[in-house]
Structure formats: C-alpha cells, structure tokens
C-alpha cells in the first residue's frame, strides 16, 4: 500500500489518497486470488464501476497496471472538469439521432459516392431519461455544432469515456485543425456519424474547445504528452500537461496567456 500511494502522488491530478470513502472521488478495490489479482475501480459518487480487470500477482506488473488506470481516470477526470468561458469564441455541441438505410441483414447501405442513407432525423427529446440523455449500441448520432461566441473560431471536439480515457473526435482522417473554423452566429453538420456507443458504459462527455487559432489535440493525444509545446496555445499546452508526471517536463500553465485563451463547453450523456 505504500508503495502504491507514493506511485500516486506522482501523478499531476491526484491531491490526496484517503481510507474515508466519504470525501474521496474514486475507491479501488484489491481482491488477492490465489494466481491472479482482481483490481475493482469505481466513482465513489454514482458506485459504476469503472474498471474491473485482473492481473497477475506480479507486484511490479500489478502496481504499473494500477498506475496506468488511475493515470488514465484522473487525466481523464481534469479534462472533464475544465471550463473556460469567452464571450468571443463559443461553441457549442448537439446531437442529431438519425436512422439508417439498411439492408435485410441489417448491414448500413451507401449511395454510389460511399455515403451512408439516411432513413429518418429522430427527436432527441424521446432519448432523455432523469434529463439526461441516454444513449446505446443501437444508437446512431450526428454532430451539430453551433458558433454563438462574437467572432469566428477554429474548434476542436474530444471523448472522454468513463474511464478518462481520452479520444479525439473531430477533425477525423484527413481533416486538418486549420480546416475546423466556423464563422460567428452559423451552424455545422459535421460530416460523421457516431455508430452506436460501447463499453465501457456510464457517464461520457463530449467536449468542445473553441479559440482564434487552430487546436490540434489530436496530435497530442496521439503522442501521449510527449510533442515539443512550442507553438501549442493554451489549450494544447494544458491536454499535453495532464499526461505529465509531477516534476517530468510538465509545462508551467502561468505562462498561458488568459486573454481571449477561447472556450470550452461540454455535452454530457450516459451510455448503458
């Protein structure tokens, strides 16, 4: 356990480790089997599990096992509770729910350009559940986005899945960061389709980073932390800070500047 909670403390978004399940943000459970080792992650608020996996009773792969998740959560769990407001750059996300064309074998069908058909634009209304939206596998969504700050914006969507792992979102493929602008009071349908939702279920944002200047997180993420800053604006700096360890290259965020740094914005939903 000690060597364990010092593991932890190395880690930028941990602040304390605690036995009082009351004041702390996520409880581990550690189930030592004869072979294996059973690991147990939960949100000590809601009780889902986040993740449940075993692993060896090797000490060192065990504790690097441990440390990869919580690295994983709490990186995960600072995006999430990043918030920035500008009046200048805002933007913000819907989803449209749609259905498919599909064959009698329930494959998608394509148009002769590739395109998927769409069926019919569902009412997002009949997804909520407790006014929050609730989302499947069998759930296909598009993505609308919507400039209501004062000025264009280069924009930049991620996923946060409920066990802080990090993926990018838009721009996909060959889309570059310099091509995601919207101008000020306009709308975009974003030319994807989400296919469903997997595991691991329970609560996941969709985030939304607005700024004058193009965001390339992707990179970023791609990388795990390890592109030279120069050139990054703030928002980059800070996704490519939490995958620091504390005192390991992390970069100073004082040295942002928090003049028209542009916005964030979420859209939380729940996938079961």
């Known amino acids: ?99 498919l064309q599909r064959n009698l074998n329930g494959d998608i069908l394509k148009n002769k350009y590739g395109d998927v058909i769409i069926k019919d634009t569902l009412n997002i209304d009949d997804y909520y559940q407790d006014g929050t939206i609730v989302f499947g596998k069998q759930n296909v969504v598009m993505l609308k986005i919507t400039n209501v700050g004062n000025k264009d914006a280069f924009f930049n969507i991620i996923e946060i899945n409920p066990d802080g792992i990090i993926k990018p979102i838009f721009p996909i493929g060959d889309i570059t960061s310099v091509e995601c602008e919207i101008t000020k009071e306009h709308s975009i349908i974003l030319p994807i389709f989400i296919n469903g939702f997997y595991p691991p279920y329970g609560k996941q944002i969709y985030k939304v980073f607005a700024d004058e200047n193009p965001i390339d997180l992707n990179s970023v993420i791609t990388n795990q932390g390890k592109l030279d800053y120069k050139g990054f604006n703030s928002f980059m700096l800070l996704v490519n800070n939490s995958y620091k360890t504390k005192g390991v290259n992390t970069v100073n965020t004082s040295r942002i500047n928090n003049k028209n740094t542009g916005s964030v914005s979420n859209l939380m939903f729940i996938t079961k």
């Not at 986040?50 to 792969?61: A, D, P, R």
């Not at 990186?75 to 500008?86: A, R, S």
Request: no cysteine.
């Open 1 to 99: 356990k000690k060597q364990i909670t010092q593991e932890f403390y190395k880690l930028n978004n941990i602040t304390n480790v605690t036995d009082d399940e009351i004041i702390a943000d996520f409880i581990i459970n550690i189930n030592k089997q004869i072979k294996n080792t059973e690991i147990t992650v939960k949100d000590a608020k809601s009780g889902i599990i986040i993740k449940k996996t075993q692993t060896l009773n090797s000490t060192n792969k065990f504790i690097n096992l441990l440390i990869q998740y919580m690295k994983n959560y709490t990186q995960g769990l600072f995006i999430k509770n990043l918030m920035i407001e500008d009046s200048d750059y805002k933007i913000i996300l819907d989803f449209i729910p749609v259905s």
